[in-house]
């Protein structure tokens, strides 16, 4: 286990630049540019490729990109290959992700059980929004760090394995499905076989969430403040040819509205990072 890869940041330490690795096509990437990207992903918990994809072959370089970090992860709203087109849809309004709306920041498929969860995130950019559609991250590492010095007692609450239970909703009806999970952790402390931290968190209207005890409530929205506050955050507007991948066991991602009917299209893969020995999941408890 090394302890280099704390995932210590916030907006002061970490410029969104430095996130960035240049590649060609992603099928061409070098040994060395294939391993600066694993090692930018577990330093921070992510990192943003930039890609030369050719004409017609944009959604192919993501799949490509996936065979990098496992299998893909099945989604309701996916086709056989797992992509997901995250673009304003209608039939979907109870998905935020098809919506033109604010999301707020999450770890993704906090509703799965445990085995289930996607542990990468691939995010594409074919096409931005002009106003809007922000991309912003917080660190898991240094929330809990914020926590361990400031709020020890909320901390204490969200370490313990039953303290949420979550369900999302259902396709195409307004109501909870039975996609979800009892008792998780927000810090965990026992999933990941390298004895790091687990990070998964998801507190807006979208989902059912069920907190225990009422304690916990004020625990969960002292953590939302911490990720909410930009001295939290780094924020960037995805461009269109660059990838960006989320260590989801470590970091929180959101992103701001934007506007509706501006043809915005991003493409999601989520992997389940199965036999990527380079990666280094969550992370170690900071002091
Ligand atoms: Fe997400």
Same mark, same amino acid.
């Given at each position: +286990? =090394?302890? *280099?890869?704390?995932? @210590?940041?916030?907006?002061?330490?970490?410029?969104?630049?430095? @996130?960035?690795?240049?590649?060609?096509?992603?099928?061409?990437?070098?040994?060395?540019?294939?391993?600066? &990207?694993?090692?930018?992903?577990?330093?921070? /918990?992510?990192?943003?490729?930039?890609?030369?994809?050719?004409? !017609?072959?944009?959604?192919?370089?993501?799949?490509?990109?996936?065979?990098?970090?496992?299998?893909?992860?099945?989604?309701?709203?996916?086709?056989?290959?797992?992509?997901?087109?995250?673009?304003?849809? =209608?039939?979907? /309004?109870?998905?935020?992700?098809?919506?033109?709306?604010?999301?707020?920041?999450?770890?993704?498929?906090?509703?799965?059980?445990?085995?289930?969860?996607?542990?990468?995130?691939?995010?594409?950019?074919? *096409?931005?929004?002009?106003? !809007? !559609?922000? =991309? +912003? %991250?917080?660190?898991?590492?240094?929330?809990?760090?914020?926590?361990?010095?400031?709020?020890?007692?909320?901390?204490?609450?969200? &370490?313990?394995?039953?303290?949420?239970?979550?369900?999302?909703?259902?396709? !195409?009806?307004?109501?909870?499905?039975?996609?979800?999970?009892? $008792?998780?952790?927000?810090?965990?402390? #026992?999933?990941?076989?390298? /004895?790091? @931290?687990?990070?998964?968190?998801?507190?807006? $209207?979208?989902?059912?969430?069920?907190?225990?005890?009422?304690?916990?409530?004020?625990?969960?929205?002292?953590?939302?403040?911490?990720?909410?506050?930009?001295?939290?955050?780094?924020?960037?507007?995805?461009?269109?040819?660059?990838? +960006?991948?989320?260590?989801?066991?470590?970091?929180?991602?959101?992103?701001?509205?934007?506007?509706?009917?501006?043809?915005?299209?991003?493409?999601? %893969? #989520? @992997?389940?990072?199965?036999?990527? *020995?380079?990666?280094?999941?969550?992370?170690?408890?900071?002091?």
């Amino acid at each position: +286990m =090394s302890n *280099k890869f704390t995932k @210590l940041w916030d907006h002061k330490t970490l410029d969104p630049q430095s @996130l960035v690795v240049e590649v060609g096509r992603v099928n061409d990437m070098s040994p060395r540019q294939i391993a600066k &990207m694993y090692e930018t992903v577990n330093l921070y /918990g992510v990192a943003i490729l930039q890609h030369a994809p050719r004409p !017609g072959q944009t959604v192919e370089e993501l799949v490509d990109l996936g065979r990098l970090f496992g299998n893909s992860v099945v989604h309701d709203r996916a086709d056989e290959r797992g992509l997901v087109v995250v673009a304003e849809l =209608s039939g979907y /309004g109870e998905f935020v992700g098809a919506s033109s709306g604010p999301h707020l920041m999450h770890t993704g498929g906090t509703f799965m059980p445990w085995k289930d969860v996607p542990r990468i995130v691939l995010l594409q950019c074919e *096409k931005q929004s002009r106003i !809007g !559609g922000r =991309s +912003m %991250l917080a660190s898991g590492a240094s929330a809990f760090r914020y926590l361990k010095h400031h709020e020890p007692e909320a901390l204490k609450l969200l &370490m313990d394995p039953q303290v949420f239970s979550i369900k999302r909703s259902a396709r !195409g009806v307004g109501q909870f499905a039975n996609t979800g999970v009892t $008792g998780k952790a927000v810090f965990d402390t #026992q999933q990941l076989e390298n /004895g790091n @931290l687990w990070l998964t968190f998801r507190f807006d $209207g979208e989902i059912k969430l069920d907190i225990q005890p009422d304690a916990a409530v004020e625990a969960f929205d002292k953590l939302l403040n911490y990720f909410n506050r930009s001295e939290s955050q780094i924020d960037f507007k995805l461009q269109p040819n660059q990838i +960006m991948i989320c260590d989801n066991t470590s970091v929180v991602h959101a992103r701001t509205a934007f506007q509706a009917g501006s043809g915005r299209k991003l493409n999601r %893969l #989520q @992997l389940d990072g199965v036999g990527i *020995k380079e990666l280094h999941w969550g992370f170690p408890q900071p002091s």
